[in-house]
């Protein structure tokens, strides 16, 4: 019933405001001397500056203070490829949460084709008026190579938030975990389930922070080096050491760590309870994780997390893109790189002080969130 509430809240509100964001000028336009110098005359100078010296554009356009939000609409929360029009209202969402948590001027732009080609030539196209490029809820494979092309061709920060922005939270939460279960970090057996945009970008990111053992799974079991789609090549180089064979039950024999970004009610207690003592449990998946919290306790975890916003440990992408992007428009940051991501997480879980089975990452309306993560984008 809560939900179906909700539902009609969320419904009613957005048919009242048409649109969660608006577009208004940053000096009143009240009198003709305003009027010459915004607009014509007194446009065509900074015009003929910028078309001059386009790398000014950022000192006198837009262009140093606004983020695309780019979506085709094909991976849309939990609710999958839907399009476009489907994608808007969560594009102008995530717009709404740039201005209120970072003040980074965002718009959402949805694309009306599935065509990487076609995708890639439209970012580039546009690129011009932007400080910054987010890609979100592009379906895998195609998002990394979406992503890969337009970050090669553009001197400005593009981060497929899907991937990098779960990725640098998730690894906070888990960092902060590890603190509560008194278990070494480095030394974590970890399971993955989910080798998509998120999970691949999870299994990556803490190959980076050091975790040496972590085990991927998709829908047809354990991830190895016999897999033949590219990104899953590029999985078994960071995981699966122990050569596991088989499903979600073999990989979680003595693991200590489960990140679900999967989909809905894959595992139960039994299931956790083949892991190792003090488990960890993120179930990510939404709006129905693979197990919920209290079967995850019942099974014997000792922290849990998820990414919906009614249990504790919300570990959700809102705590890292609007910092990412304030510090890269900050810094004329070019390239949101791994070691910022580190730094990244680590900022974010350090804003825990004394870490809790109940809080391992901090809330999104806590103070203090997006600067920490943009003094890490530099």
Do not use: W
């Amino acid at each position: 019933m809560a939900k179906i509430d909700n539902n009609k809240k969320a419904i009613a509100l957005h048919k009242k405001l048409q649109g969660k964001i608006r577009i208004m000028p940053a000096v009143p336009v009240k009198d003709r001397p305003t009027l010459s110098l915004v607009y014509t005359p007194g446009v065509a100078a900074v015009s003929s500056l910028v078309a001059k010296n386009p790398k000014l554009a950022r000192d006198y356009t837009i262009k140093g203070r606004m983020v695309a939000i780019i979506s085709d609409g094909s991976a849309v929360l939990g609710l999958g490829n839907i399009g476009p029009y489907g994608a808007l209202p969560v594009m102008e969402g995530k717009a709404a949460l740039f201005k209120t948590f970072a003040d980074v001027d965002a718009f959402p732009i949805v694309l009306d084709t599935h065509s990487v080609d076609e995708v890639v030539e439209t970012v580039l196209r546009i690129a011009p008026a932007f400080g910054g490029i987010n890609l979100e809820d592009f379906k895998a494979p195609e998002c990394f190579e979406i992503e890969e092309r337009i970050k090669a061709k553009l001197d400005i920060p593009v981060m497929h938030d899907d991937q990098h922005g779960t990725a640098i939270a998730v690894l906070a939460a888990l960092m902060n975990a590890a603190k509560v279960v008194k278990k070494d970090f480095a030394k974590l057996k970890v399971v993955i389930s989910g080798a998509g945009a998120a999970g691949t970008a999870i299994a990556k990111l803490f190959a980076k922070a050091g975790i040496k053992d972590i085990i991927v799974l998709d829908s047809k079991g354990i991830i190895d080096d016999t897999r033949k789609e590219p990104h899953k090549k590029e999985l078994a180089k960071v995981s699966n050491p122990r050569k596991v064979e088989g499903g979600l039950r073999e990989a979680l024999m003595g693991a200590d760590a489960l990140i679900g970004v999967s989909g809905p009610n894959l595992m139960g207690a039994k299931e956790v309870a083949l892991m190792a003592p003090k488990a960890i449990v993120f179930a990510m998946a939404n709006p129905t994780p693979e197990i919920m919290p209290e079967e995850a306790l019942k099974g014997g975890a000792a922290v849990v997390g998820t990414g919906r916003s009614d249990y504790p440990n919300q570990i959700n992408n809102s705590l890292v893109f609007p910092g990412v992007f304030r510090g890269a428009l900050d810094n004329r940051v070019t390239k949101i790189t791994d070691e910022m991501k580190l730094k990244a997480a680590r900022s974010l879980a350090a804003l825990v002080k004394k870490p809790t089975a109940q809080k391992i990452v901090p809330g999104a309306f806590e103070k203090g969130v997006s600067q920490a993560v943009a003094k890490a984008i530099k």
